[in-house]
């Protein structure tokens, strides 16, 4: 049976510090190879040890917990202007004026959905996030950790599999089942090649 501890990292005899040359080194970043003082000393959710300046470079996947509750916000978010225009409707029903609220309601139903697509969008291609995953600090990318385009998130991660669980109605499910997979990718994400990680990997 393996020890349920695990031993100190071993502390560079004589070396010094990459940032800090008057500090005795303490380990050795697993990244970038330099040495690193207590100070800079860092643990990343890997349980490897990282100097400061590359722990905040990685991409840490994002907790399945952060992804339900930032697609719960973006779900909530869009559907507020259809919300708006219901209890327009609701409130004008019983006076006179209810073909003109009916028409008004129509409007910011179909113009506030587009005007928050829209938004959601710029921020995706500005960032790869959306106001939920904004919120939870986490952002979308491709599978190796760079930058992913407007394009692929709109048609490879959201349009295609649309369409595919329009055809097959247990799509949605599947796809939401391997997100419990070790690499917390869905199956769209597997069609657009990206993943969700976590904004700012710093450490534990």
Known sequence: MEPSWTEPPVQPLGAQCAQHPTHPARTVCSRCGSYACGQCQRVGEDG???CALCVSKLDFLAERSDRFWANLVDSFVLGL????AMVMVLLASSGDSAD???????LIAVGGTLAVSAYQLVLLSQSGQSLGKRMRNIRVVRS?????????????RNVIPSA???A???????????IFQDN?????D??????????HAGPR
């Open 144 to 156: 190796d950790g760079s930058p992913v385009s407007l394009g692929r998130l709109l048609f490879l």
């Open 168 to 178: 097959c109605g247990v799509f949605n499910l599947v796809d939401v089942l391997f």
């Open 48 to 50: 490897l040890e990282y």
């Open 100 to 106: 003109w609220a009916m028409g008004l309601a129509l």
């Open 184 to 188: 917390r990718r869905c199956l769209h």
């Open 164 to 166: 595919i669980n329009t």
């Open 81 to 84: 202007p259809l919300l708006a």
């Open 190 to 199: 597997m069609i657009a090649d990206t993943k969700v990680v976590k904004v």
